[in-house]
């Protein structure tokens, strides 16, 4: 059975820095896309951002030169290192993957998500 699972959430001062980790286990062919996502209260899961397998990164405008999205392969971990953080930017955040289970078998994961509180 994959799992995914997040660590890294807490609450900081806005300015502040946390960086966000997903590792993924179980029996896992390979992983493709990896990404974030977040979702605020009310508010629909959005795309933070992606990394392809051959480490290709796209960004939502609002991160863009503040996040920066990476990926250990040997480790199946994704990070977000997420710097000058806003009070906007508080969110329940969600590691997502497309995993390859078999030659026959690829599915989209998500872990549970970690929240991230930033104060003004």
């Known amino acids: 059975q994959v799992q995914l699972v997040e660590s890294g959430g807490g609450l900081v001062q806005a300015g502040g820095s946390l960086r966000l980790s997903c590792a993924a286990s179980?029996?896992?062919?390979?992983?493709?896309?990896m990404g974030w996502y977040c979702q605020a209260p009310g508010k629909q899961r959005e795309l933070v951002a992606r990394i392809t397998d051959g480490g290709s990164t796209n960004y939502a405008d609002s991160v863009k030169g503040r996040f920066t999205i990476s990926r250990d392969n040997a480790k199946k971990t994704v990070y977000l290192q997420m710097n000058s953080l806003k009070p906007e930017d508080t969110a329940v955040y969600y590691c997502?993957?497309?995993?390859?289970?078999?030659?026959?078998?690829?599915?989209?994961?998500w872990g549970q998500g970690t929240q991230v509180t930033v104060s003004s």
């Open positions: 179980g029996s896992i062919f390979s992983i493709k896309d």
């Open positions: 997502n993957a497309d995993i390859v289970l078999t030659s026959r078998s690829r599915l989209y994961y």
